[in-house]
C-alpha cells in the first residue's frame, strides 16, 4: 500500500467514525496527501470523492485521465468532455453515493464555484471543511515527510550563508536582482522552485512584513530580511535572516536585532511536547514586550509547515493546541519600525518526544563578513 | 477617478440593478481588478466588501494595513489581530451593510472555508458568484488591458522564436532544462515571472496536454509541445509551437502538424464579432475531424485571456456567447496520439470592429534552421 492510500483509508476511517458521508476534495496539498496526485487548482471541475466506505471515485476532464492514472492508484476515473456540462455529469457521478441530508466534507481551498455546484447537485446535504478530517492526519508529520523537509532546510541554510558572503558585494543591487539571484543558488543546490514568494526588504520596505522585492538599491548599512523558500519532494523550507550587507547599520537596529534574536532562542527553548502553542508565542512575546517593542511584533509568532507552507498548527497568542512530536512549525519573532526597518528571524523546528530539533542552522546574526 | 475606482463604480451600478446586496471579494484577480490591490490567496481573512450603495470596506490583516491603503484608494481599512478571532470581527463589520435576507456575491474563487464563514455571519443571506457582475465588464478589455497583453505577448514570441533559433543545440537538454532556459529568457526580455506552469513536452509527453517539464532529454527530431507564457502589468501572454530541435521528424508527426495548423488558420479566421464562441470551435473541429483526427483533439478550441489566463468567453463545441470588440481569446487545437507526440499551436487574438487581429506573430511551423 502506498502513503496515499494508507492516508486515504485513514481518513475513511474518521469520517466513518465522525458519521460524516463524503469528502470532496479538488487540487490542492489535501489532494496530492491524499492521492498522490499534484495539480493547481484550475477553472475545470476536478474532483477526488471519498466515500466514509466503499471506493473513491476521481471525477476529471478528459484530458487529465492519463495524469491521474499515473500518479494515483485510484481505479475509478470517470472523466468528462469539454463540450460537456460538468455540473449536469457531477451530479449523475455524486448521487451514485446516496448522501441525502448526509454531510459532505469539502476542500478548504475548494473555489466557490465549485461548492456552489455542489451545494446545487446535494441539495438536502450540510457541509463541513475536509480538514476537520485531514488536519489531524496532517499535524503530524511521518518519516518520509520529515526528510523531505529537512532536506529542503538544508538548502535554504545553504544559501542563505552564500548570500550573506556576499557581503559588500550585494550592496547596489536591486532587491528584486537579489531575489532573483536567491533563487538561481535555491534551484542549482536542487531545490523544486519557491515555496512562496522571495522577500527581500531593505531599509523601510523591511517593516512591511509581507513585503516582496522591488527596484529599492540596497545600500551599505542596510538592514535587509531575507525570507525564502524552495521545495524537495513536494515540501517546503521556510527560514528568515535580517542581515547587512557593508557598512554599518545604526544602532536603534542592533539593538531590535539583539532583541529579536534573544526573542526566537526563548520560544525555541519553549518548544516541548504538552506545551500549548500560545506558550511558545508568549515566550517570544515576552521578550520583546519587555524590551519596549510590544506594539512593533504585529504578527504571530510561528505556523505550521508541511505540504502548505502555512498549515496547522499555528502559534498565536493564547492559542491552545497541544505540540506533539511529529509536528513542524516556524518560529519567527519580529519587530517593525515603519519608514525606518525591520527584522525577523526564523528557523523551523520539529517537536522530538522530549523538546525541539531546529530545521535551520544558518549563521544568526545581521554581520556579512565584509562589513 | 482610476481605473479600479471606476470599475467599482461600475460594479456597484449592476449590483444595485441586480437587486443584489454585497460583493464580497478575496485576494484574487477579480480584488486586483476591482481596487488595484495584488495579493495571493492565504489562509488569513481579507476581504474586499462592496454594497451596492455607500462605501466599500476592506477587512484585512493588521499587517497588511499600509499595503492595501498604498495599493488602493479605499478610505475605509478595518483591521484584525492575529490574536482576535477574525471570524467575530466580520461578524461586527459585515453586520453594518444590514444584508438581511438579501444576496452577496462572493469571489468565484473565494475558499470554502471563507465563504463557511461569511455564511455563518449571514445565516439569512443568499449567495451567489462575483462573475454574476464582475465578468461582463472583464470580459471586454479596454486600450490599457489590450496594451499590457500586446507587450507581454511580443516578449513571448521573441522568446519563442530565439529558442527555435537553438536549432540543434537544443538536442541533449531535458524539458526540464528547456523549461529553465525559455524562463530565464522571458525574465531577460522584461516578463514579470510565468503566467503559468512552462510546458515543455517532447515525444510521448507532447501527447499530454497538460504535462509540464520533466527528465527525459529531448533527442534530434523529436516533436516538442512548447507552451509558455510571461506577464506584464499583470497580464499574461498565452502562446504555443510545437517545433523539432534537429534531426527529421516522422511523416505521421509531418502530417498531423500541417492539419493542426490549418484547422488553427480556419478558427482564427471564424473570429468576427457576431460569430459565437461555437462557431470558432467548430471551424478548427471540422478541420481535424476531416482529417480523421477529431477523436484526438480532446479539449476545447480556446480561453479567453486577461487577468486570469483562463477565463470568459471560453471557446467550446455549441458555446452561444456571441464574440463581441475588446475580447481576447486563445486559438489554440491540438491533436494527440498517446506514446508518440503531441502537436498543439495557440495564439492570442483580439476581436476587432470588422474581424481579428492575431497577438502573436511568430513562426508557426515546425522546422528550426539547424533542421
Same mark, same amino acid.
Given at each position: 500500500?502506498?502513503?496515499?492510500?494508507?492516508?486515504?483509508?485513514?481518513?475513511?476511517?474518521?469520517?466513518?467514525?465522525?458519521?460524516?458521508?463524503?469528502?470532496?476534495? @479538488?487540487?490542492? +496539498?489535501?489532494?496530492?496527501?491524499?492521492?498522490?496526485?499534484?495539480?493547481?487548482?484550475?477553472? #475545470?471541475? *476536478?474532483?477526488?470523492? *471519498?466515500? =466514509? /466506505?466503499?471506493?473513491?471515485?476521481?471525477?476529471?476532464?478528459?484530458?487529465?485521465? &492519463?495524469?491521474?492514472?499515473?500518479?494515483?492508484?485510484?481505479?475509478?476515473?470517470? /472523466?468528462?468532455?469539454?463540450? &460537456?456540462?460538468?455540473?449536469?455529469?457531477? +451530479? =449523475?457521478?455524486?448521487?451514485? @453515493?446516496?448522501?441525502? %441530508?448526509? +454531510?459532505?466534507?469539502?476542500?478548504?481551498?475548494?473555489?466557490?464555484?465549485?461548492?456552489?455546484?455542489?451545494?446545487?447537485?446535494?441539495?438536502?446535504?450540510?457541509?463541513?471543511?475536509?480538514?476537520?478530517?485531514?488536519?489531524?492526519?496532517?499535524? %503530524?508529520?511521518?518519516?518520509?515527510?520529515?526528510?523531505?523537509? +529537512?532536506?529542503?532546510? !538544508?538548502?535554504?541554510?545553504?544559501?542563505?550563508?552564500?548570500? %550573506?558572503?556576499?557581503?559588500?558585494?550585494?550592496?547596489?543591487? /536591486?532587491? =528584486?536582482?537579489?531575489? #532573483?539571484?536567491?533563487?538561481?543558488?535555491?534551484?542549482?543546490?536542487?531545490?523544486?522552485? *519557491?515555496? @512562496?514568494? /522571495?522577500?527581500?526588504?531593505?531599509?523601510?520596505?523591511?517593516?512591511?512584513?509581507?513585503?516582496?522585492?522591488?527596484?529599492?538599491?540596497?545600500?551599505?548599512?542596510?538592514?535587509?530580511?531575507?525570507?525564502?523558500?524552495? !521545495?524537495?519532494?513536494?515540501?517546503?523550507?521556510?527560514?528568515?535572516?535580517?542581515?547587512?550587507?557593508?557598512?554599518?547599520?545604526?544602532?536603534?537596529?542592533?539593538?531590535?536585532?539583539?532583541?529579536?534574536?534573544?526573542?526566537?532562542?526563548?520560544?525555541?527553548?519553549?518548544?516541548?511536547?504538552?506545551?500549548?502553542?500560545?506558550?511558545?508565542?508568549?515566550?517570544?512575546?515576552?521578550?520583546?514586550?519587555?524590551?519596549?517593542? $510590544?506594539?512593533?511584533?504585529?504578527?504571530?509568532? $510561528?505556523?505550521?509547515?508541511?505540504?502548505?507552507?502555512?498549515?496547522?498548527?499555528?502559534?498565536?497568542?493564547? $492559542?491552545?493546541?497541544?505540540?506533539?512530536?511529529?509536528?513542524?512549525?516556524?518560529?519567527?519573532?519580529?519587530?517593525?519600525?515603519?519608514?525606518? @526597518?525591520?527584522? #525577523?528571524?526564523?528557523?523551523?523546528?520539529?517537536?522530538?518526544?522530549? $523538546?525541539?530539533?531546529?530545521?535551520?542552522?544558518?549563521?544568526?546574526?545581521?554581520?556579512?563578513?565584509?562589513?
Amino acid at each position: 500500500m502506498t502513503p496515499f492510500e494508507r492516508r486515504a483509508r485513514e481518513a475513511q476511517t474518521r469520517l466513518a467514525d465522525r458519521g460524516d458521508d463524503l469528502l470532496a476534495l @479538488f487540487p490542492s +496539498r489535501n489532494l496530492f496527501y491524499a492521492t498522490g496526485f499534484a495539480e493547481e487548482p484550475g477553472e #475545470r471541475h *476536478l474532483f477526488f470523492l *471519498l466515500p =466514509a /466506505t466503499g471506493d473513491p471515485v476521481f471525477f476529471v476532464p478528459e484530458l487529465y485521465e &492519463e495524469q491521474v492514472r499515473e500518479a494515483s492508484r485510484v481505479d475509478d476515473v470517470r /472523466t468528462w468532455a469539454d463540450d &460537456e456540462d460538468p455540473t449536469e455529469r457531477l +451530479r =449523475a457521478v455524486v448521487g451514485e @453515493f446516496d448522501v441525502g %441530508r448526509g +454531510r459532505v466534507l469539502v476542500d478548504d481551498t475548494m473555489w466557490a464555484r465549485f461548492t456552489q455546484d455542489l451545494r446545487d447537485v446535494l441539495p438536502d446535504a450540510s457541509f463541513g471543511l475536509a480538514s476537520e478530517v485531514l488536519a489531524p492526519l496532517r499535524r %503530524r508529520k511521518d518519516d518520509a515527510e520529515l526528510d523531505a523537509i +529537512r532536506r529542503a532546510s !538544508r538548502i535554504a541554510d545553504r544559501v542563505v550563508d552564500d548570500v %550573506r558572503a556576499l557581503g559588500s558585494d550585494a550592496v547596489g543591487m /536591486t532587491e =528584486a536582482e537579489l531575489a #532573483r539571484e536567491i533563487e538561481r543558488r535555491l534551484v542549482a543546490a536542487g531545490g523544486d522552485g *519557491l515555496s @512562496f514568494e /522571495t522577500i527581500v526588504g531593505s531599509g523601510p520596505n523591511g517593516a512591511k512584513p509581507h513585503h516582496g522585492s522591488g527596484d529599492r538599491i540596497v545600500e551599505a548599512g542596510d538592514p535587509v530580511v531575507l525570507d525564502f523558500g524552495t !521545495r524537495v519532494d513536494e515540501y517546503p523550507s521556510d527560514q528568515t535572516r535580517t542581515v547587512v550587507f557593508g557598512g554599518d547599520p545604526s544602532a536603534a537596529f542592533c539593538e531590535v536585532h539583539a532583541v529579536v534574536r534573544e526573542a526566537q532562542a526563548a520560544a525555541v527553548a519553549a518548544v516541548e511536547p504538552g506545551a500549548r502553542a500560545g506558550d511558545v508565542d508568549a515566550a517570544a512575546r515576552e521578550v520583546i514586550e519587555a524590551a519596549g517593542y $510590544g506594539d512593533r511584533f504585529i504578527h504571530r509568532t $510561528g505556523h505550521g509547515v508541511g505540504l502548505d507552507v502555512h498549515e496547522e498548527p499555528y502559534i498565536v497568542a493564547g $492559542g491552545g493546541v497541544e505540540l506533539e512530536p511529529g509536528m513542524v512549525f516556524s518560529v519567527e519573532p519580529g519587530v517593525y519600525v515603519p519608514g525606518e @526597518f525591520g527584522v #525577523r528571524i526564523e528557523d523551523l523546528v520539529v517537536v522530538t518526544d522530549d $523538546g525541539c530539533e531546529r530545521l535551520n542552522e544558518s549563521e544568526r546574526g545581521w554581520a556579512s563578513p565584509a562589513t
